[in-house]
Nanobody, 121 residues
Framework: QVQLVESGGGLVQPGGSLRLSCTAS????????MAWYRQAPGKQQRELVA????????NHADSVKGRFTISRDIAKNAVYLQMNSLKPEDTAVYYC??????????????WGQGTQVTVSS
């Protein structure tokens, strides 16, 4: 079983920054992809940024390009989301997602519990 635990959300003023963290634990053989999503009240969940761990390629949603950056700590099975120049419309619950293979080579589409980010003055 694989678990993802997020942290780092909170209240921030417009123009401010936050860094979200997500750590994977459990029976992890490899992590092929890690991504961040968010869901604002009354809206669908949206993918923000994803990283293919095999080649390091990243994809960013247009709404966060130039403001949000994904990074990883391979040794810690962790992924981070650095969010700069935050706007009120960035207010949402943010979720970490990872495609994980365990030692039995079974794939797991794993999700964190979500962390609230509120951008308001």
């Amino acid at each position: 079983q694989v678990q993802l635990v997020e942290s780092g959300g909170g209240l921030v003023q417009p123009g401010g920054s936050l860094r979200l963290s997500c750590t994977a634990s459990g029976s992890i053989f490899s992590i092929n992809r890690m991504a961040w999503y968010r869901q604002a009240p009354g809206k669908q969940q949206r993918e923000l940024v994803a990283e293919n761990t095999r080649d390091g390629r990243t994809n960013h949603a247009d709404s966060v390009k130039g403001r949000f950056t994904i990074s990883r700590d391979i040794a810690k099975n962790a992924v981070y989301l650095q969010m700069n120049s935050l706007k009120p419309e960035d207010t949402a619950v943010y979720y970490c997602n990872a495609d994980v293979y365990d030692y039995a080579l079974s794939g797991h589409d794993s999700w964190g519990q979500g962390t609230q980010v509120t951008v308001s003055s």
